[in-house]
């Protein structure tokens, strides 16, 4: 039985570009989240998707824009990369919204800007 | 928003020694849920305990939701529990907060 699984594992990107991180979420589970974690920090709520919805959202600007498939996998887009954005980025899954049920997490995408 | 605190920040054991960690949140939670963070990065679900006991090998966790807290217990540690333990809630708008974390260090 797979678990949450994220790709790519490293990225490096340049100031302004554009990057999509991609989630695959535990089989049985509906529900996927994202997370920004910062050296040193907890992880950061971003939003949450489910049926294909954003559901949630914490407290990102307009860059942070993500996508759900019905499949139940994920995407997360930023744009216009600062070096700010530099974090390791946690998908986490879980089954139905509204944070009701254990949540699994991915071993992350880490997101290096220059 | 929520606030979630958690005490001590950092935690140096011998190994074989107890320890307690502390999660203080600030408002009503639906549920909370500890994490242990591994040098890889990676986050494992160690307890998802909106109220109660339970208890998973040497490790146990209570949550007393009435008075705002979660307390987590490792008995007997080993060099294996070293890393960054996490509180999570989710509040009554559905969104999930984590605390700072207490980073433990076992030394054999």
């Known amino acids: 039985d797979a678990g949450v699984t994220q790709s790519p594992t490293h990225l490096i990107k340049t100031r302004g570009q554009q990057v999509t991180l991609r989630c695959s979420p535990k089989?049985?589970?509906?529900?996927v989240s994202w997370y920004q974690q910062a050296l040193g920090q907890g992880p950061q709520f971003i939003f949450q998707?489910?049926?294909?919805?954003?559901?949630q959202r914490g407290n990102f600007p307009d860059r942070f824009s993500g996508h759900q498939f019905p499949n139940y996998s994920s995407e997360l887009n930023v744009n216009a990369l600062l070096l700010g954005d530099s974090a390791l980025y946690l998908c986490?899954?879980?089954?139905?919204?509204?944070?009701?049920?254990?949540?699994?997490f991915g071993n992350g995408t880490r997101l290096t800007v220059t | 928003g929520i606030q979630v605190e958690q005490s001590p920040p950092d935690l140096i054991l011998q190994e074989g020694a107890n320890s307690t960690l502390r999660c203080n949140f600030s408002?009503?939670?639906?549920?909370l849920q500890w994490f242990h963070q591994n040098p890889w990065g990676q986050l494992i679900n160690l307890f998802y305990?909106?109220?109660g006991t339970k208890q998973n090998g040497r490790l146990s966790a209570t949550t007393v939701a009435t008075e705002r807290y979660s307390l987590l217990y490792i008995s007997s540690s080993q060099t294996t529990d070293s890393g960054v333990y996490f509180c999570?809630?989710?509040?009554?708008?559905?969104?999930?907060?984590f605390g700072a974390g207490t980073t433990v260090t076992v030394r054999a």
């Open positions: 986490a899954s879980s089954f139905r919204t509204g944070g009701l049920s254990p949540l699994h």
């Open positions: 089989s049985g589970h509906d529900t």
């Open positions: 998707y489910y049926e294909e919805e954003e559901r």
């Open positions: 408002d009503s939670v639906n549920n």
């Open positions: 305990i909106p109220s």
């Open positions: 999570a809630v989710v509040s009554n708008d559905y969104k999930l907060s």
